[in-house]
């Protein structure tokens, strides 16, 4: 690890503070507020030594939260801080903090397809879809509003208490999507917790690459070396999966969270 031990020491308090909060906006703008105490400088330390400790539990937890602290608008993380943070990233050699701050498009762009028709959806009024995303059993049904993936049906169809696992890894894996369904899936709280669906997520050509950066830390190293080799990815979202396989490698002994 490129910081010195009470980096470490630092990265793994935060880690153990941020556990003890509820996942989402709590946890998130606890760790905003930590990372702004210590300082661009340090919390680049900090952010890098949580990100070579992403897999363990506790790591994955705040890494997370930093992520999310960095989406959040209301976070109080001001658009200078950020980019004092970014700067000091950059001189400091910490190419994989520097890349959480990025926001590139789409790697795929994506096409309203000409002929999307349904016709058991057809005559339905998206008031109608929503309703029926949220609470209907029929799993047939689920999938067609699925496949459409209009965006405001598909967050109704998240928050669907029967909706499983495996089903919500099909959607973050479906291609074509628009990015805005992606987007709402990575910001259900239920299932951005999932490493299947964040994986999903993050190797999916169409998902904004913003996010794709900020999940990247949250994968195992196994996963995140697969990404690296994956030519239908941005090419920043392989590199930054290769910069952190490569910095988990490399962890010394004794430094580990």
């Given amino acids: 690890m490129r910081a010195i031990p009470d980096i470490g020491a630092d990265a793994i308090a935060l880690a153990r503070r941020l556990a003890a909060l509820e996942e989402g906006t709590v946890r998130a703008r606890?760790?905003?507020?930590?990372?702004?105490?210590?300082?661009?400088?340090?919390?680049?330390?900090?952010?890098?030594?949580?990100?070579?400790?992403?897999?363990?539990?506790g790591a994955t937890a705040a890494v997370a939260a930093v992520g999310q602290a960095f989406l959040d608008p209301g976070s109080g993380l001001s658009y200078q801080?950020?980019?004092?943070?970014?700067?000091?990233?950059?001189?400091?050699?910490?190419?994989?903090?520097?890349?959480?701050?990025?926001?590139?498009?789409?790697?795929?762009?994506?096409?309203?397809p000409r002929d999307k028709a349904d016709p058991r959806l057809a005559h339905l009024s998206l008031g109608?879809?929503?309703?029926?995303?949220?609470?209907?059993?029929?799993?047939?049904?689920?999938?067609?509003?699925?496949?459409?993936?209009?965006?405001?049906?598909?967050?109704?169809?998240?928050r669907n208490p029967l909706l499983t696992e495996p089903f919500a890894v099909r959607i973050a894996s479906r291609r074509p999507i628009r990015p805005?369904?992606?987007?709402?899936?990575?910001?259900?709280?239920?299932?951005?917790?999932?490493?299947s669906v964040r994986l999903a997520l993050a190797r999916n050509p169409y998902v904004d690459t913003g996010i794709a950066l900020l999940i990247l830390p949250t994968l195992p190293a196994r996963e995140l070396a697969d990404i690296a080799e994956?030519?239908?990815?941005?090419?920043?979202?392989?590199?930054?999966?290769?910069?952190?396989?490569?910095?988990?490698?490399?962890?010394?002994?004794?430094?580990a969270g």
């Fill in 30 to 57: 606890a760790a905003a507020r930590a990372l702004e105490a210590l300082g661009p400088d340090r919390a680049a330390l900090v952010i890098a030594s949580l990100v070579e400790r992403g897999g363990t539990d």
């Fill in 128 to 158: 109608q879809k929503k309703t029926l995303a949220r609470v209907r059993r029929d799993p047939d049904l689920l999938a067609r509003l699925a496949a459409e993936g209009e965006p405001a049906v598909v967050r109704e169809l998240l």
């Fill in 230 to 255: 994956d030519g239908a990815l941005h090419a920043e979202v392989r590199a930054q999966a290769g910069r952190i396989a490569e910095g988990r490698g490399a962890r010394r002994p004794g430094v």
């Fill in 180 to 195: 805005e369904t992606l987007r709402c899936i990575f910001e259900e709280r239920r299932w951005r917790t999932r490493t």
């Fill in 81 to 112: 801080w950020r980019s004092e943070l970014y700067v000091s990233a950059r001189e400091i050699g910490l190419p994989e903090v520097a890349a959480l701050l990025l926001s590139p498009p789409p790697h795929r762009a994506w096409e309203e």
